[in-house]
């Protein structure tokens, strides 16, 4: 069953996420535990092996299934139970509508695996592999993604609110994808995805809410960001070189520093008169 906490409990593990300098650690992400003890892992080869052990741990253990090889397995709507996955390889396994809430993946193999429409709220996904991922409506809140590899993976409509700082997202499929903060919160501190030096080069974000996202230092060269909500977002030193940002609204962005050589649709930026630092951006003449 999947679990969905309250949003003050969330907003717990993140009310310092508002007062951190650009590109620091936010508080966020797994939460850790004990971790259970487990059989051999040639014992928890197959989807039925895993599910049973991971149904056997009871809290306060969370279960061990880090550096274990689950490649290719159908998980899909498993409650992983803040589940250590610490290394493990998960290429092409399918966790579609899997809850993965408060996980910790870090520096796992999950290349072309399977998480449609699943919970990584609160998930630690530093350094894991997740190219070719299908993660098209997922929900990644309070999620740690620091120097995570998503080079063309799918997170159409997808919701982000989390750190992504040195991400790779070079060709990834963020259509739609709702990215922006939540206004009706920010009494409890300013919640806001961070891309801070992140590598968006190539990547789709056409149509998404990217509303205070902060894109500081990160590469959007060649990105489609047509029709994006970029209000209020920090671009600071931000390099759009042969973006298109057709119908891009800007209203009170931060773009002291901001490349737009070459970019497509600049005629059409809305809200640009309203920038900040409109000055100190960088327009082809």
Request: contains cysteine; aromatic residues 4%.
């Amino acid at each position: 069953m999947r679990v969905v906490l309250p949003l003050a409990l969330l907003l717990g593990a993140t009310a310092a996420l508002g007062a951190q300098e650009p590109g620091a650690m936010p508080a966020m992400g797994a939460g850790g535990g004990e971790r259970a003890g487990r059989p051999p892992a040639d014992s928890l080869r197959t989807a039925p092996q895993v599910k049973a052990y991971v149904a056997s741990v009871t809290s306060p253990a969370v279960p061990d299934l880090s550096g274990l090889d689950l490649g290719g397995l159908d998980l899909s709507g498993l409650d992983f139970r803040k589940a250590s996955l610490v290394g493990a390889r998960l290429s092409d396994a399918t966790l579609d509508g899997a809850d993965l809430f408060s996980c910790d993946l870090t520096d796992a193999v999950a290349t072309g695996a399977s998480f449609l429409a699943a919970n990584l709220d609160g998930t630690t996904l530093r350094r894991t592999d997740l190219r070719r991922a299908k993660l098209h409506r997922a929900s990644l809140f309070a999620t740690i993604i620091e120097a995570a590899d998503l080079r063309e993976a799918d997170l159409r409509e997808t919701r982000i609110i989390g750190f992504l700082r040195k991400a790779n997202l070079a060709g990834a499929t963020l259509a739609g994808a709702n990215i922006g903060a939540d206004p009706g919160n920010q009494s409890m501190g300013v919640m806001r995805a961070q891309f801070v030096s992140a590598d968006l080069s190539g990547a789709d974000l056409s149509g998404a809410n990217l509303f205070k996202a902060d894109f500081s230092y990160a590469s959007l060269r060649g990105a489609n960001l047509r029709n994006a909500d970029l209000r209020n977002a920090e671009l600071v030193q931000a390099d759009l070189t042969e973006a298109d940002v057709t119908g891009v609204a800007l209203d009170y962005a931060d773009l002291n520093g901001a490349t737009f050589h070459g970019a497509r649709g600049v005629p059409t930026l809305t809200g640009l008169d309203r920038a900040r630092n409109r000055d100190k951006a960088v327009f082809d003449p």
